[in-house]
């Protein structure tokens, strides 16, 4: 078979555990494209009942080659059913079909799948091999790379879980086609967010062609997912496990995962979450003197712009700032009871500190919907 030829390809550097994240047009249906996968005769793709009836059969078919036996899954969608029992249908599928330690899964749809496969391959015999085939625009930007995988706790977002490294990531941008106006705008905060934090330069790009990303401009997504994985990857090959410079990654996801507990898993969309909980996490970096007034405004006129919330849910009529603490002291970069934010210090550069609760309060007061 001739080499495949991939428009773009994201290498992940981490020794034994590295892989290459291949971004394009048609990867989807292509056998090459799993290549990083070994043969092996059992398969189980986990995917969801939205995107199998697009999708599974196709998958199915392109690693027909590299498999005897190829199992589906369709888990229920939405972040509300990333729980223990959607976790154990995967163990229940991989029991009852006597998959062993060759088998291989993929994950086929986005977040809430790939965090849940990946979850289930770092458990499952003590770690089987795994492919992310993510479907949507904040899989293919976020999720997918960096072998975080998770379920969610009623407490907390994301809060059980493994740091398991996929064989490869395939970003099909053809997939992203299908996707509703609502999921593309979450997908676009996870773009955004790595403007503040690492490359103004990326902000500027982001800004000139928001409208053609919103309009699935394939030229503008092949770069905004090509740059995004690049500034992941170099990242995660420094911090792959978190202990430090990984967690500015988590820009707005403080806030943002305090607004999806509070609200319920599933009424805002993590992206929408995260584009509110940046604006958040900007106006607490002005009062902390990271940036300007001019800047907050700049990012949030942008997320605005990118069909995102840019104020913050009200998740306790009575006291709306003390729910929100209550439940960031859950958050994983919590030390001792003490909530630690990825805040802006200097356009471009983030850092992760503490600030006073009392300064938190006004914050949040401030830019949460009255």
Request: some cysteine.
């Amino acid at each position: 078979m001739p080499e495949l030829s991939f428009s773009e390809r994201v290498h992940i550097p981490l020794g034994e555990r590295s892989y290459d994240i291949l971004i394009g047009s048609g990867l989807l249906d292509q056998p090459a494209a799993y290549d990083a996968a070994r043969a092996g005769t059992q398969a189980l793709i986990v995917t969801n009942t939205t995107v199998a009836p697009l999708y599974a059969e196709r998958l199915a078919r392109a690693l027909a080659p590299r498999h005897a036996h190829i199992a589906r899954l369709e888990l229920p969608d939405g972040e509300q059913y990333k729980t223990w029992a959607s976790l154990n249908l995967i163990f229940d599928a991989l029991l009852g079909g006597g998959a062993d330690r060759k088998t291989t899964l993929y994950a086929l749809g986005g977040g809430v799948v790939g965090d849940m496969t990946g979850f289930a391959a770092a458990c499952y015999m003590r770690g089987v091999p795994f492919v992310q085939v993510p479907t949507t625009l904040l899989a293919q930007v976020d999720s997918s790379v960096g072998g975080k995988t998770a379920i969610n706790h009623p407490l907390g977002k994301n809060m059980i879980g493994a740091f398991y490294q996929p064989l490869a990531v395939v970003c099909d941008l053809d997939v992203l086609k299908t996707l509703p106006p609502r999921e593309l705008s979450a997908g676009l905060a996870e773009v955004i967010k790595y403007g503040p934090i690492a490359d103004m330069a990326f902000l500027d790009w982001i800004e000139a062609h928001i409208d053609a990303l919103r309009a699935c401009d394939p030229a503008a997504l092949a770069h905004a997912v090509k740059r995004s994985c690049q500034i992941k990857a170099d990242v995660v090959g420094q911090d792959e496990r978190e202990s430090g410079l990984r967690a500015i990654l988590n820009f707005g996801h403080t806030f943002g995962h305090a607004i999806e507990a509070g609200m319920g898993y599933g009424a805002w969309l993590h992206g929408e979450a995260v584009g509110a909980g940046m604006v958040m996490a900007a106006e607490l970096s002005r009062e902390l003197g990271g940036v300007d007034a001019a800047f907050v405004e700049r990012l949030t006129h942008l997320i605005r712009r990118a069909g995102l919330p840019t104020r913050g849910a009200v998740i306790d009529a009575d006291d709306n700032a003390g729910r929100y603490l209550q439940l960031m002291r859950v958050d994983k970069k919590a030390e001792g009871g003490e909530i630690r934010f990825v805040v802006i210090d200097g356009p471009g550069r983030a850092v992760v500190r503490a600030a006073p609760d009392a300064l938190v309060r006004q914050v949040i007061d401030r830019c949460c919907a009255a």
